[in-house]
């Protein structure tokens, strides 16, 4: 299952399409040059342990907020035309997608950095948390690397 | 009443989600942390450790944020979103 909505920011329990997404933000302008993503996907390895389910939780409103705050500042400081960014809560299988940001300009290179910055500000910033599940019980992952 | 709220591993130790404390007048950061100290006792050393964030109504506080009633107070562990 899948969604697209014309919404930059969004937090959801259901998958995302990466290539509607990258459609939906061809989209936004015709002078849309160049677009660059990241996804992050559910990973099996985690520091020697084998995970099996992974499972996201976040702080409603605060986290919305804070992805904003991203789109905005990743758009003014870096020139970029747009972002969205989408990442999802809940348990999540390995292999499944996690988070994805599009970031579009007019040229590559600061749609590159924009990405760049937007992924590291929000581990930093945005009150979502992941909890991994092994063959030794739960564990809430803490640090941001 | 302020109502407080607890996110992911401090649910477990703090052993409950959310919580609501009536307050007369506006109180620090610090002055609720003495109490919570007292009503959830395995959250003092985390608080006085620094180990979490605190935010008032979705923005991070430090120590001499003052909360007013009906404010809603945080307290979240490192954040770990996105993948590595």
């Known amino acids: 299952m899948s969604t697209t909505t014309d919404a930059k920011i969004r937090i959801q329990l259901e998958d995302f399409s990466v290539t509607d997404e990258i459609e939906a933000m061809k989209k936004v302008s015709r002078n849309i040059g160049g677009i660059t993503t990241f996804l992050g996907t559910g990973r099996e390895l985690s520091k020697g342990q084998t995970i099996s389910e992974l499972n996201f939780e976040h702080y409603p409103k605060m986290a919305e907020k804070k992805l904003e705050e991203i789109r905005e500042k990743s758009i003014k400081d870096f020139g970029i035309i747009d972002m969205s960014i989408i990442h999802r809560i809940g348990p999540i299988d390995i292999g499944e997608n996690i988070v994805l940001i599009v970031a579009a300009g007019e040229h590559r290179g600061e749609t590159f950095k924009a990405c760049e910055w937007a992924i590291a500000e929000l581990k930093r910033t945005t009150p979502i948390w992941k909890r991994e599940t092994t063959t030794t019980g739960e564990v809430w992952v803490q640090d941001t690397p | ?84």
């Open chain 2, 1 to 84: 009443m302020i109502t407080i709220k607890y996110f992911a591993s401090l649910k477990s130790i703090a052993e409950k989600e959310e919580d609501s404390l009536t307050i007369e007048s506006p109180i620090s950061i610090d002055q609720l942390s003495d109490i919570i100290a007292k009503t959830a006792p395995k959250m003092e050393a985390i608080i006085r450790e620094k180990k979490v964030m605190i935010s008032v109504n979705q923005e991070m506080a430090s120590a001499d944020t003052i909360i007013h009633d009906g404010d809603e107070v945080a307290f979240l562990p490192p954040f770990s979103g996105g993948a590595k």
